[in-house]
């Protein structure tokens, strides 16, 4: 059969029997490896998205709100999926939230707040934003201390606290690791409080933000429901948001994370 050649000619190699057989042979070895590694077992890890259907049975968490802004308190139900469940890809991920009470006064946008949550748990990938969001919610009516001396801005950031502790407890978020050297300054910081407290029941007056105080034999530190113990005297730290912060040697303190103004 002839071929046309419609193009100049810049060169030309003689092909041997020798290169043909070369030829398929590497083609050859070619196939079979595409065919091998298409017979290679796969990993099928799902992952979290808006397509994966609720099962019949959720496991989750009900944590209870105390707040002074509602007259009843609220309770906040998280329920999880389990992904890949038995594999070494297993996952448990937030899939709906639900949130009663008896006060009827917040229903509206309670409503509207776990539909919008609930979604974007489904939705899948990094839903750890929601906790800074909420949390930065403040109320124009002033915040409130919940149990354990934590000043929470408004309810809005409370349910996002409670979010922020079920995220922990699934291995979504994880607290930085406090030093060993801070654990020990605060150790000492309490210590060193709680003595001054016992030996000088009468101690003078110190200046708290441009008011005196006096350590009275009744400062003693008190456990909270949080399993942590502050002076019912502390005030805020603005750091930790925990009512922790006292006067010591002329210096403001806290007692929960170790946050000094004197540095």
């Not at 083609?27 to 979290?48: N, W, Y």
């Amino acid at each position: 059969m002839a071929v046309k050649i419609e193009k100049k000619i810049k060169g030309y190699a003689v092909v041997t029997p020798e290169d043909k057989a070369k030829a398929a042979t590497t083609q050859g070895e070619s196939v079979s490896r595409d065919s091998v590694e298409a017979d290679l077992p796969t990993a099928d890890v799902i992952q979290m998205h808006e397509r994966i259907e609720r099962p019949e049975v959720l496991i989750g968490s009900t944590y209870k709100i105390k707040s002074p802004l509602v007259e009843h308190a609220m309770y906040v139900t998280i329920n999880d999926i389990v992904l890949n469940a038995g594999s070494e890809h297993e996952q448990r991920r937030p899939f709906e939230v639900f949130i009663n009470s008896k006060s009827m006064e917040h229903f509206q946008w309670i409503v509207a707040l776990t539909r919008i949550m609930s979604a974007v748990f489904r939705k899948g990938g990094d839903v750890t934003f929601l906790v800074e969001e909420m949390k930065a919610v403040f109320d124009p009516k002033g915040g409130y201390f919940k149990a354990g001396g934590v000043y929470m801005p408004s309810l809005v950031a409370e349910l996002g606290s409670i979010v922020e502790d079920h995220l922990k407890s699934i291995g979504m978020i994880h607290d930085p690791e406090m030093s060993p050297e801070r654990r020990a300054l605060i150790a000492e910081k309490r210590a060193a409080f709680e003595n001054r407290s016992k030996k000088n029941p009468d101690a003078p007056v110190e200046p708290i933000h441009g008011r005196l105080s006096e350590i009275e034999d009744s400062e003693t530190i008190a456990v909270t429901g949080d399993g942590a113990s502050f002076p019912p005297s502390a005030t805020m730290c603005h750091k930790c948001s925990a009512k922790a912060v006292v006067i010591m040697d002329g210096c403001a303190t806290c007692l929960n994370c170790g946050y000094s103004k004197c540095g």
